[in-house]
């Protein structure tokens, strides 16, 4: 049975750096892309990054890009999101997830975590 859990989250000030880590187990995790998304109250799950199996591609959503960045080590089954100059916004739960092929749609996604809060304050 596939897991995935998130760890690293917290409550930072705007402008500070939180990393955050998924371990998976159960899956042979080099064969899977994976994804962080987050979900803040009463909005929808959205895209966050994603990497490809081998580490080499990475994606981003616009609201992420050069502030966040995604990284994988596949020796210890880990996915990293490392967030800087973190927002206000940013503030939500963020989850991982593993799937078969690069995309930004949680639909794509076979397997989630449980999810790790972050909170920005001001």
């Known amino acids: 049975q596939v897991q995935l859990v998130e760890s690293g989250g917290g409550l930072v000030q705007a402008g500070g750096s939180l990393r955050l880590s998924c371990v998976a187990s159960g899956c042979t995790f080099s064969s899977y892309v994976m994804g962080w998304f987050r979900q803040a109250p009463v909005k929808e799950r959205e895209f966050v990054a994603a990497i490809s199996s081998n580490g080499i591609s990475t994606y981003y959503a616009d609201s992420v890009k050069g502030r966040f960045n995604i990284s994988r080590d596949n020796a210890k089954n880990t996915v990293y999101l490392q967030m800087n100059s973190l927002k206000l916004e940013d503030t939500a739960v963020y989850y991982c997830?593993?799937?078969?092929?690069?995309?930004?749609?949680?639909?794509?996604?076979?397997?989630w975590g449980q999810g790790t809060q972050v909170t920005v304050s001001s």
């Open positions: 997830a593993a799937g078969g092929r690069t995309t930004y749609k949680v639909g794509e996604y076979d397997y």
